[in-house]
């Protein structure tokens, strides 16, 4: 994905995308996205590990499912000028993936088959104070780190730091699938 963002938290973009914690490797798994949310430790430990704001939380969580993608980072208050840069993966949570949009079918609020992106925005958008409750669905968390990009043609790095293809790469996961395969 390509996402607007900005450097420093505003009105319009404030959404982190964090860099891993200090203590990540030491505390397995890490605190979940709701206790990131709401424990004041959890947020301790996040303070000033922002690498950048988004405007949309579901922006930051299919961010977060594909693991990396292009940050365009936006001067100011989000106008003026731009720069385009990698968020790369730089750990996660340690916690379980949960699909969002099988949370929406469990609860009722979508049919099996219309669980798609502009389904999951569209009903965010018709319920936005239960956004906090779908997103808390998945208590996954990937980290990130910048990258340089400096040619805008290449893809985010894949797991294998190879840059990724639109429409041909895809995400494993290494303990079902082996790289490369």
């Known amino acids: 994905p390509q996402i607007d963002a900005a450097r420093q938290r505003s009105a319009q ?6 860099g891993p914690p200090p203590d990540l490797a030491s505390r397995r798994p890490w605190w979940t996205r709701q ?3 709401t424990l004041p430790a959890a947020q301790a430990a996040l303070r000033g590990r922002e690498i950048a704001w ?12 594909q693991g990396s993608g292009r940050l365009v980072l936006r001067a100011g208050n989000g106008g003026g000028t731009t720069r ?13 993936y949960q699909s969002v949009g099988r949370w929406l079918i469990a609860q009722g609020e979508l049919k099996p088959g219309e669980a798609s992106w502009p389904a999951i925005r569209a009903w965010a958008e018709r ?12 208590p996954r968390v990937v980290f990130f780190r910048e990258e340089a990009l400096p040619d805008p043609a290449q893809g985010p790095r894949g797991a294998q730091g190879v840059p990724l293809t639109p429409g041909r790469s895809i995400a494993v996961d290494p303990h079902s699938i082996p790289y490369g395969t």
């Open 13 to 18: 973009f404030k959404v982190p995308l964090h």
């Open 35 to 37: 206790q990131i949310d």
């Open 54 to 65: 988004v405007a949309d939380p579901l922006d930051a969580l299919v961010l977060q499912i």
């Open 84 to 96: 385009l840069v990698r968020a790369a993966y730089a750990g996660s949570n340690e916690q379980p």
């Open 127 to 138: 319920n936005p104070k239960r956004v906090n409750e779908l997103l808390w669905s998945n």
